[in-house]
């Protein structure tokens, strides 16, 4: 055998020795890459919970618009649709419509279109968009994590490989593949780690904060929709 031979017999004999399983990269790490490891490890797991919470509850509230808005366009009059609604339903759409006719009652009590040079219409659009944003703002909690995680992991992992690499190079007084390959696999298994974490949380990212976004986008229909109504309202009472 040639002396590369040797070196490459010899570093397969000794990848095979060592355990390369997800435990055996773990257990024979430096205490500093163990440490990065289950840094990471907790943040997948955080970001799966965020994933999986955000994802089923936006499903249902996309159910629950559906049942509220075709409910609303088939009542007769909205003060009945009101006085018939359960308020303490867990539903943004019904959290802007309760608020908007109770500002709209309140102030049509007044009898003035006008108050404080503000007008009724105007008034109720505020109060509900209002709540559209605080709604909104709930919705959005936790979302900078997985951004967070979407952007800081890869190089977390990145440093764990580095620091195992230097860790590798440091003890070891010969530099053939044998002797520092089985180190360099546990360090890059952090590398490896680092973007596994890091793509699911990117992509949850995106797409649940266009899910928010389109969420927002109907509720401020909606809205819109409302003050139109009420505008009619108005001009009905003036006639």
Not at 4 to 32: C, K, N, P, R, Y
Not at 87 to 106: L, S
Not at 197 to 215: F, L
């Amino acid at each position: 055998m040639t002396g590369t031979e040797d070196v490459a017999v010899t570093a397969a004999t000794t990848m095979a020795t060592h355990d390369l399983s997800m435990i055996g990269l773990f257990s024979q790490a430096t205490w500093v890459v163990k440490l990065i490891i289950i840094i990471l490890i907790a943040c997948s797991f955080w970001s799966w919970t965020i994933i999986f919470a955000k994802m089923t509850l936006l499903s249902k509230l996309k159910r629950k618009a559906d049942k509220f808005e075709d409910a609303f366009w088939n009542s007769g009059a909205i003060d009945i649709f009101f006085d018939n609604l359960n308020h303490r339903a867990d539903d943004p759409f019904i959290a802007v419509f309760v608020t908007g006719m109770k500002e709209w009652r309140r102030a049509k009590s007044k009898i003035k279109t006008v108050i404080g040079g503000i007008s009724l219409e105007d008034r109720v659009m505020r109060v509900m968009r209002v709540t559209v944003g605080r709604e909104i703002s709930y919705l959005e909690q936790h979302l900078g994590f997985l951004a967070t995680v979407g952007s800081t992991a890869p190089f977390v992992g990145l440093f764990g490989t580095v620091w195992g690499i230097m860790h590798v190079i440091g003890g070891t007084q010969s530099f053939d593949l044998a002797s520092v390959a089985p180190g360099i696999a546990e360090a890059l298994f952090a590398t490896a780690l680092g973007l596994i974490v890091t793509i699911p949380a990117v992509v949850a990212y995106n797409k649940i904060a266009n899910e928010i976004n389109r969420y927002q986008d109907r509720l401020e229909s909606f809205v819109d929709e409302f003050s139109a109504i009420i505008a009619r309202q108005i001009e009905d009472t003036e006639a």
